[in-house]
């Protein structure tokens, strides 16, 4: 069955592809909600909260400026695999 031999092997190629746009789909959509926890904990920064309250939000706050710093890294990796040489 040459034509579909053919029709697999035209298929293949864009899977992968495909894999990398749902990837960075999510690699969007999580820096999104990063984002919103970063803001949150910059509001929370500039309010008065016991010592207690301070160091947590200082840990959410690292954590997810470490999550973001990780999610770029992600995302330029997922640019570098799809061609998009963009920043």
Known sequence: KPGSKSANNNAQPSAPNENVMQLRSLAHDLSNALEAILQACYLLGHA?????????????????????????????ALRALSGDEKN
């Not at 939000?57 to 990780?70: K, N, T, V």
Request: charged content about 40%; cysteine-free; proline content about 0%.
């Open 48 to 76: 008065k909260l016991d010592i207690d309250s301070r160091r947590w939000i200082q840990l959410i706050d690292q954590s997810s400026q470490d999550a973001a710093r990780i999610n770029r890294e992600i995302r330029k």
